[in-house]
């Protein structure tokens, strides 16, 4: 291109970065002499920590130094399309173990180092004398260099051969900093007295990223800590989704040399080929990562995103306004490898020294064609604060952010540009400063100091400038665009979104003259702007609603209860954020909305109320085959009941009124006790009460504890533990000589205790606040002999407002709540008039109707089991021990049904009536292991009680395993 001699003198553009020399601290002197190490930043030592502390992105749970083998990430991304481990032709992150790092050790490794690095710089800047420097040199051998050989030696080996050592590979990074060696190979003391302060910065670095090539995979930089970035959040967001369509950003910058051959196919590049100092490169490989195999990361995965590059440079590596204009018109053209494509940001690392905002972009853009887009502009390099003001077409300019840079202090750079309070004019409005259009609202900052870039040549190199801090920006705007694809046709809100996210810096927060909205947090805008603006638009009776409702209950993040048996296997449901003209739809997962019916306590803390009571003594009535009992009574389930009775007119009655036991996660207040009433005959018998329901119901000998029924714990006929609680009635008749049948029904309404959720009193909660459940009971039982019964129960289960216990913060979820239909079937086999054995299997359907879950076709299959062996006089008269096995109720096959309103159609956004079927199954067999034993002392009067427990994908430990124990020691006086 040409350009006029005047038209250069007086509007020269500029690039606006600075080319460090990443070792010894040299700066291209376009604006002078650029210290990025200055006063009390550290930031590679100190207290700021960026590649170490607690904002360490890599090694922490997110680590792509650890291969990741949970199946939910697998899932998710595959080996071949991880972004840090895969195989795929598009991942240049891919870690290869070629050099034998150990990947997991490696953020130890320099949390270590930079603690030793800290003592050589304390020691470094108090050395004054030779046996200063002699201490100092001694010290920099044993703390840096040898930890360093002894952890990378094997490394620097097999990269730079069998002959190299580890010695001589790090003393040829030193001496890049001015440090001379004795022939011996030790440190020329005298030489350390000659390096500045910045090289002793800029040398821990330089070891820092030369040994890091040697990992095989993308460098840890500081930026990626201080704005939130982690390589979770770039495959999470910036994946394209399998048929999506990739962001295209439109550079405005010198060339990019794309070595590899797989990224290239993501690169479209125009205008100038006649200089190109690497300045592309850089910008380039910090959108998305590097594309000539040097291994630095961006903003977004490369592969998942396009860039069309317009390069408007000439020979001196300078531009003018009209070329300027002319490429932004050819990145609004759009046209990547010969097809029109949506481009949503332009950046422009460029400008005019002297200024954060010069108006001849005002010129340049007028007849650009770039209405529509958002510009990202960095704001220069000369330290200065704007004072005039410019005139603005808003009509026809695009909407711009203008990008500071700050250290990793979060301080402005010395050499960064701001916004002051100059103002954008309309063209052909008043000539008045108004405050909503001062350049301090379209301003942010970003780190722009010593930051890794490619450097055009398939190696990496460190930089400075505002150059730098912009491309971070249109990075984190493709993530919002890949992930909210019409986002592209809405500038302002995309600008607003970016803005308003910012960590707010300065003395005006949001607002200031120097920082202007804050420091770009990337993590913050893929995230809510409020959580508590979000809005819900319930499904009523299969129609989504126009009117949205507040859904505040979703910020909670609610995860208790037996929600094992609910995997919503990544069903979610939307919130919707509105933003000027448009909105962001965000996916909450279905379960954070379930609450089961028990919830998480401490450890082992939901069982002391089952078993810490004597519990096995007190029911030893139950066990009426025991100790030589009449088998025809067992069919009942009445026989000896341990109990006072009294007979009148040939009936026995008996009645026992103990203190009520609540279940976790629910109020402990009404009657605190409860009753069990028993009228039998010869041939007959009425039990009645409040309380255990499921046991009195329930005709198996082998069973009665709280435990044996209680959903998550137990297997014998949980459909009556999730309607026990309440009143019960259950009647029993012998049709002949060891047959029976009974019939019963049991209720439950309980209060919850919304406190112990994490949940407030509120309308928001008002569907959770009551659990109420009603079962029937047909049963029969078949004493084939004197030692052997059996016994099959049909039971019908309604829930309110809930499904197999589970209840939803949103009341439209289960609206119509569900009916279950059961089968229990059972034996008891006395093995010895003192050993019993009991077994029980249930299975069962569940549908539900009327809310916004449902089933279809045949329901929910769900089943449960338990086996209990139960042995008296162990040790004596007066002691009883059972063991027991179960498998807790679990949903095995069938498919829920979710209906909610979101978005239909990712790429225009618009919102329409989603139904999304799943499978609840876990997968995993829940199965618990228990035992129990009980003594009774001085003529009843005390009683001693043991118990243990184990459970494997246990629903009240997030499905992982848990264990309890417990004793006790009653004395009555």
């Excluded at 954008?424 to 405050?435: D, H």
């Excluded at 909210?484 to 003395?507: F, M, N, R, V």
């Excluded at 909205?517 to 990337?522: F, K, P, R, S």
């Amino acid at each position: 291109m040409t350009t006029t001699g005047a038209l250069k003198a007086q509007n020269t553009v500029r690039p606006m970065y600075g080319n460090i020399a990443p070792f010894y601290g040299h700066i291209d002197p376009f604006w002078g002499n650029i210290t990025p190490f200055y006063g009390n930043i550290a930031p590679f030592y100190g207290n700021i920590t960026p590649f170490w502390g607690n904002i360490a992105p890599f090694w922490g749970n997110i680590t792509p130094f650890t291969q990741p083998t949970d199946a939910a990430t697998l899932a998710l991304y595959g080996t071949k399309n991880d972004p840090f481990w895969g195989t795929g032709p598009l991942n240049p992150y891919t870690s290869a173990s070629k050099y034998g790092i150990a990947y997991s050790q490696v953020g130890a490794f320099w949390k270590t180092e930079a603690s030793n690095w800290q003592t050589v710089q304390t020691a470094w800047g108090r050395a004054s004398t030779q046996s200063d420097y002699q201490a100092l040199a001694t010290l920099i051998q044993a703390s840096i260099i040898n930890p360093a050989g002894t952890f990378w030696g094997g490394a620097i080996k097999k990269s730079a051969g069998p002959s190299a050592t580890a010695n001589t590979y790090l003393s040829k990074l030193i001496v890049q900093a001015g440090i001379t060696f004795n022939a011996d190979g030790t440190i020329n003391a005298s030489s350390l007295a000659g390096v500045s302060e910045t090289q002793r910065a800029v040398l821990f670095l330089g070891l820092y990223d030369s040994l890091m090539t040697l990992t095989g995979t993308g460098h840890v930089d500081w930026w990626m800590g201080a704005t939130g970035w982690s390589p979770a959040l770039a495959a999470t967001e910036g994946t394209t989704p399998t048929g999506g369509v990739p962001p295209t950003i439109g550079m405005l910058d010198f060339a990019i040399s794309a070595d590899n051959k797989h990224l290239s196919k993501q690169i479209t590049q125009y205008g100038s080929t006649v200089f190109n100092d690497g300045h592309g490169a850089a910008v380039g490989s910090l959108i998305m990562g590097s594309v000539d195999g040097s291994g630095v990361m961006g903003v977004m995965p490369a592969g998942s995103v396009n860039v069309i590059v317009y390069d408007p440079y000439d020979s001196t590596g300078t531009t003018n306004w009209t070329d300027v204009g002319t490429g932004v018109a050819a990145l609004n053209a759009a046209i990547f490898k010969g097809k029109t494509v949506p481009v949503g940001v332009l950046n422009a690392s460029l400008g005019v020294p002297g200024w954060t905002l010069n108006p001849g972009w005002n010129s340049a853009l007028t007849t650009a064609g770039a209405h529509g887009h958002d510009l990202v502009i960095a704001a220069g390099n000369d330290g200065v604060t704007q004072t005039q003001n410019v005139a603005w077409n808003f009509a026809t300019n695009p909407t711009i952010i203008l990008v500071g840079s700050v250290g990793v202090d979060g301080t402005i750079s010395n050499f960064s540009n701001r916004p002051g309070e100059a103002c954008l004019i309309p063209v052909g409005g008043s000539s008045a400063c108004t405050e909503a259009n001062k350049l301090k609202y379209r301003f942010i900052v970003a780190p722009g100091e010593l930051i890794l870039v490619s450097d055009g040549k398939g190696g990496f190199v460190r930089q400075s400038g505002t150059s730098l801090a912009a491309p971070l920006v249109s990075g984190a705007i493709a993530l919002l665009q890949n992930r909210w694809p019409w986002l592209s046709k809405y500038p302002d809100e995309t600008a607003q979104i970016i803005l308003q996210s910012a960590t707010k810096l300065g003395t005006n927060p949001g607002a200031d003259a120097v920082y202007g909205a804050g420091e770009l947090n990337i993590a913050a805008s893929q995230s809510p702007l409020n959580w508590r603006s979000l809005a819900y638009y319930p499904v009523v009776n299969g129609k989504a609603s126009l009117v949205p409702q507040s859904f505040f209950v979703a910020t909670m993040g609610i995860r208790v209860g037996n929600q094992a048996v609910w995997n919503a296997n990544n069903v979610s449901y939307s919130l919707i954020e509105t933003i000027g003209n448009t909105h962001r739809d965000f996916q909450i997962p279905l379960s954070s909305k379930l609450v089961g019916t028990m919830a998480k306590s401490e450890a082992g803390g939901q069982y002391y109320q089952s078993y810490l009571t004597s519990a096995l003594l007190a029911q030893a009535g139950k066990f009426s085959q025991l100790a030589g009992s009449a088998p025809s009574t067992a069919v009942f389930g009445f026989g000896n009941s341990g109990a006072p009775s009294a007979a009148f007119g040939g009936l026995v009655m008996r009645t026992v009124i103990e203190r009520r036991s609540f279940t976790p996660g629910f109020r402990a207040d009404g009657n605190l006790y409860t009753s069990d009433n028993m009228i039998g005959g010869e041939n007959f018998a009425l039990r009645f009460g409040t309380g255990q329901g499921a046991a009195a119901l329930d005709a198996q000998s082998g069973f009665g504890f709280r435990s044996d029924y209680e959903v998550g714990q137990g297997g014998a006929s949980p459909y009556l533990g999730l309607a026990s609680g309440g009143a019960y009635l259950n009647a029993s008749y012998l049709l002949a000589p060891g047959v029976s049948v009974s019939i019963g029904s049991t209720s439950r309404d309980d209060r919850r205790d919304l406190a112990s959720l994490g949940l407030a009193i509120g309308p928001e909660t008002a569907g959770l606040r009551r659990y109420r459940a009603r079962a029937e009971q047909i049963g029969m039982g078949y004493a084939v002999s004197p030692r052997l019964s059996l016994h099959a129960a049909a039971t019908i289960l309604h829930e309110d407002a809930a499904a197999l216990g589970i209840q939803s913060l949103d009341p439209a979820n289960l609206k119509g709540g569900s009916t279950t239909t059961g089968m229990t079937i059972g034996v008891d086999f006395s093995v010895t008039k003192t050993l019993l054995l009991s077994a029980s299997g249930t299975a069962g359907t569940t549908r539900l109707a009327g809310g916004t879950i449902s089933t279809r076709s045949l329901g929910l299959l769900s089943t449960a089991g338990e086996i209990a062996l139960t042995k008296a006089r162990l040790f004596g008269r007066s002691d009883r021990i059972r063991f027991a096995v179960s498998k807790p109720l679990q949903v095995d096959a069938g498919r829920l049904h979710f209906a909610s309103v979101g978005v239909v159609d990712r790429d225009t956004g618009d919102l329409g009536l989603i139904d999304q079927s799943f499978n609840p199954t876990s997968g995993r067999l829940p199965v618990a292991g228990e035992i129990m034993y009980g003594h009774s002392l001085a003529g009843g009067k005390a009683a001693v009680s043991l118990f243990g427990r184990a459970q494997i994908h246990d629903a009240l430990n997030d499905g992982g395993t848990s264990y309890a124990s417990g004793a006790q020691v009653q004395w009555a006086f």
